[in-house]
């Protein structure tokens, strides 16, 4: 089964200060260099959930189990040039295993959500900011 849109999952972490986890893109790639929710597609096999937790354990070294993940916001790439749109559902995670640390992008860093505004970020990651911290 193939998908006329493209299913991405990620995941905004909050640590216990308030602050928020966010990933530096690697440079090779499209947004190279520019800060993001830590997540990536959904495989064919997976529901969101587990395609979440294998993506953050992938990507920055932590275990998140399944209930930890809690719906929080998604954004539509709107763009008309887009054969295949990319829809990123975001969820909320409080708590998980390990030290999140960039094992495939450029740097991760905590950020209030202030901080976070001003960031550089690929659009959808503009859109999941902006629904997520209006809801705090």
Request: with cysteine.
């Amino acid at each position: 089964m193939t998908h006329a849109w493209i299913p991405v999952v990620a995941g905004a972490l909050q640590d216990e200060d308030g602050r928020w986890l966010m990933h530096k893109r690697p440079l090779e790639k499209h947004h190279g260099g520019l800060w993001e929710f830590p997540g990536g597609k959904v495989e064919r096999h997976e529901n969101p959930r587990n395609a979440l937790v294998r993506e953050l354990f992938e990507e920055l070294g932590i275990a998140v189990p399944q209930e930890n993940c809690v719906e929080a916001a998604f954004a539509q790439d709107r763009s008309a040039d887009a054969e295949k749109p990319i829809v990123i559902l975001l969820y909320r995670i409080a708590q998980w295993d390990g030290e999140p640390r960039a094992l495939e992008g450029e740097a991760v860093g905590w950020f209030t959500p202030k901080e976070i505004a001003g960031l550089a970020k690929p659009p959808l990651d503009i859109a999941l900011a902006e629904q997520l911290f209006k809801k705090l």
